[in-house]
């Protein structure tokens, strides 16, 4: 579904670059993850998957569905299913959360040639989704993220998540700043939109949200590079030692 | 490709920014260019005005030639020729029609291309409608259900004609003919525009609106407006204007008078979409209006609710004079401006009275090379006890060659009363723009919601209709101007 090779890329108009030679294949009905240190290129890699338009890839390919897509708006790559739960979401203010996921959703929807949702049809639909997330439809009329705790946050981009039912879903950071109970009722939200169909791609900084969604693979980013991948394991070993023997063990320090 | 239609070409593309720019063909029976006193004895006796109006036009004049053009606005244009402009255009024929069918067809069909038709029955449900083609009303529409409920709506000529005493009582008495330099200019050539009198404890049964359209390449547009609401009276009353376009500039210099009395309330709405010039700055109509009303009662309440889309250049400070105990002023502006585009607007609150009330909310926004002012001034005098003044002025810039700019001025002579102001620029985040985007909204829709979503204060206290035009019509002001 996803297939990165061999990519390179920095903020425009700047020398350096983040990310060094990132190679990664993500199949249909996986679950990924991506560990590493603070400023180790984890969002820049995610952001620059989405297209945001203030990073360069200078090097190398992505292809979704087999398809290039580096030449491609951030609005298409979203219309052809590719979701990316933010970090940092964004508050825009004086737009209401549920005016955002009903154009958001009817977008989706219009690029497949599917019937768009009318404002009452969406407040069903959308209805079943809060349900999924345990959130309160008071959240529907507020501003987006506009407000909202951190937390809210991050459960109100997996809102956006299961209404827009991606195909590939890259998650970042969505575990931190969960509570313990707001991380277990997303992390199940999370499982039941698994399917043998789409595949997501989680970044974290901790094992535990690991424990409720199994990776197939876990992958370590330093100095923008894939240093280690394995299995889920890997997670545990990384909670247990940090990641100081990485870095002697594959020499990332010495050219940094 | 051949010539003709890439011309067409060209056309649609310029259409597509500005749809209503196309003109009517009618005859025209046109006075002279310039002014001086016989154009507007003749301007009063086509009108067959009784001898005080023609008195306050005269008066006017003479003020009009012992003043300046103001320059103190923070824009920069060439000063409009005087004496090359037309004072009196009117579609041939009699201008003032008793039925529909009546109105040379072309008008009409006009309107109907504007998006209003004047038909009654084809006509959106309670909104009666007054329509100003260039200089002279052509139609009023519901009059009949209107004067059942007690209230007056007609072109301003016919209130002359037929309800002198309530004109000559109230015309002139919020904005004198020698205010300044565009009220005395109207003052002294108005051709039309339209009356509405709601008497005492009637609450007006429908929207009232009037539509503005300049078609006359060399006229100006002097139209005046007078409301009046009377003890415990309410009214709605939504102004659009549009215009072909010119590579010449109009003016337009309309003044707007409001008066509620005791308990009285009055609601202005006004989306502006005077063409604004191409994206050269070429053409466009000079948009420099007067509009004041005053709670001349307790309790009154006026409250101006404004979209400034178009025109070259825009001078405009719909104001507030609170005068009775307890009255309320409300001012709601968005000003959009793109290309070359200029506007100085804003507004003046005038505690008079004790406990009055006011509250500004001003959403700028600016693209383009264009140039975006608020000016506002509110003055507290010495009896004004208690009064309260609440002032947001928010500023988006969308690139970075344009420019956005406040003059907040706040004069207060009573310490009782309390004045807050907010201010705030932002830039339209590319970070806000990326999030939209993967959401799936392309980047249009995307600016669309952000600036929706900056102007929602204002836009819902249009009314619906107005707000559903509002919110299209800055969607497309806004295309192709970010990115
Ligand atoms: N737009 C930008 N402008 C300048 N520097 C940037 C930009 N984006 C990323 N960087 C730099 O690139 C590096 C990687 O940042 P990134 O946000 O990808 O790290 P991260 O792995 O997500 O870190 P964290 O775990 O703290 O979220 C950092 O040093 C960061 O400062
Ligand atoms: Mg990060």
Redesign the interface.
């Known amino acids: 579904m996803l297939k990165i090779i061999n990519l390179h890329a920095k903020v425009e108009g700047e020398k350096t670059e983040i990310l060094k030679g990132i190679n990664l294949e993500i199949n249909q009905g996986e679950v990924h993850a991506i560990m590493g240190p603070n400023g180790s290129g984890k969002s820049t890699l995610a952001k620059v998957i989405?297209?945001?338009?203030?990073y360069e890839v200078t090097d190398g390919q992505i292809l979704f569905n087999g398809e290039d897509i580096l030449e491609m708006?951030?609005?298409e790559r979203?219309?052809m299913g590719m979701?990316?739960a933010?970090q940092y979401?964004?508050e825009?203010?004086?737009?209401s959360n549920s005016?955002?996921?009903r154009?958001?959703v009817n977008?989706?929807k219009k690029?497949r040639g599917e019937e768009e949702l009318d404002p009452l049809e969406f407040e069903d639909f959308i209805a079943e989704k809060l349900k999924l997330v345990e959130m309160d439809e008071k959240f529907l009329d507020r501003?987006v993220n506009a407000g909202f705790s951190g937390g809210e946050k991050k459960r109100n981009e997996i809102l956006?998540l299961a209404a827009?039912n991606p195909k590939l879903s890259l998650l970042d950071e969505t575990d931190s700043g969960l509570d313990i109970d707001a991380l277990r009722i997303v992390s199940e939200g999370i499982n039941s939109l698994r399917s043998e169909e789409n595949a997501f791609l989680l970044v974290t900084h901790y094992q535990r949200i690991l424990n409720y969604i199994k990776p197939d693979k876990v992958h370590v980013l330093m100095q923008g590079r894939i240093v280690r991948s394995g299995d889920s394991s890997l997670a545990l070993e990384l909670e247990d030692q940090g990641y100081d023997w990485l870095v002697t063990e594959t020499h990332v320090n010495g050219e940094a | 490709m051949s010539r003709l239609t890439e011309a067409e070409a060209v056309d649609q593309a310029a259409s597509r920014k500005y749809k209503y720019g196309f003109k009517t063909n009618i005859e025209y029976e046109e006075f002279p260019r310039g002014l001086n006193e016989d154009i507007i004895r003749e301007i009063s006796k086509r009108k067959n005005e009784p001898e005080w109006m023609l008195e306050f036009r005269i008066k006017a004049f003479h003020h009009w030639l012992t003043m300046e053009e103001p320059d103190w606005p923070n824009v920069h244009y060439k000063k409009p020729d005087y004496d090359q402009i037309i004072y009196y255009s009117t579609p041939k024929e009699k201008p003032k029609k008793q039925s529909l069918d009546e109105v040379d067809p072309e008008i009409l069909a006009t309107y109907e291309k504007l998006g209003i038709p004047l038909h009654e029955q084809k006509m959106l449900q309670n909104v009666a409608v007054d329509a100003v083609f260039d200089s002279v009303s052509v139609a009023t529409t519901f009059k009949k259900k209107l004067a059942e409920a007690g209230v007056i709506f007609c072109s301003i000529s016919e209130a002359i004609q037929d309800h002198p005493e309530l004109v000559k009582k109230y015309m002139g008495s919020v904005i004198p003919t020698n205010d300044n330099f565009f009220a005395a200019l109207n003052s002294a050539v108005f051709s039309d525009g339209s009356f509405c009198f709601v008497p005492k404890g009637v609450k007006c049964p429908m929207e009232l609106s009037t539509y503005f359209r300049i078609n006359n390449q060399d006229s100006g547009q002097f139209e005046r407006t007078l409301i009046i609401a009377e003890e415990g009276a309410q009214v709605s009353y939504l102004e659009g204007c549009t215009a072909p376009m010119f590579d010449t500039n109009q003016l337009h210099a309309a003044v707007v008078e409001l008066v509620a009395l005791d308990d009285a309330d009055i609601k202005y709405s006004t989306v502006q979409n005077w063409y604004p010039g191409d994206e050269n700055g070429v053409g466009g109509i000079y948009n420099f209006v007067t509009k004041r009303g005053i709670c001349k009662g307790n309790n009154a309440k006026i409250s101006w609710t404004q979209v400034e889309t178009g025109s070259a250049i825009t001078w405009k400070y719909p104001s507030v004079i609170l005068k009775g105990d307890n009255s309320v002023g409300e001012f709601y502006s968005v000003a959009l401006t793109n290309d070359y585009q200029q506007a100085d607007t804003g507004t003046k609150m005038i505690h008079l009275g004790k406990n009055t009330r006011s509250t500004i909310i001003s959403k700028g926004i600016s693209a383009g090379r264009s140039q975006n002012s608020y000016r506002g001034l509110v003055k507290i005098g010495k009896k004004a006890d208690g009064a309260r003044n609440y002032s947001v002025c928010d500023s988006m810039l969308i690139g970075s060659e344009c420019g956005a700019h406040t003059f907040p001025f706040i004069e207060s002579s009573n310490n009782t009363a309390s004045v807050e102001h907010e201010a705030t620029t932002s830039k339209i985040?590319?970070?806000?723009i990326?999030?939209?985007?993967?959401?799936?909204?392309?980047?249009e829709?995307?600016i669309s919601?952000?600036i929706?979503?900056?102007?929602?204060?204002v836009f819902k206290e249009l009314p619906m209709e107005f707000a559903v035009e509002a919110t299209k019509l800055l969607s497309i002001k806004l295309e192709g101007s970010v990115g």
């Open positions: 989405a297209g945001h338009p203030a708006d951030p609005d979203a219309r979701f990316l933010f979401p964004v825009v203010p004086g737009v005016m955002l996921i154009q958001a977008a989706v690029a501003s956006q827009m | 985040g590319e970070d806000q990326f999030y939209l985007q993967q959401r799936g909204l392309d980047e829709e995307a919601l952000i929706n979503g900056f102007c929602k204060e």
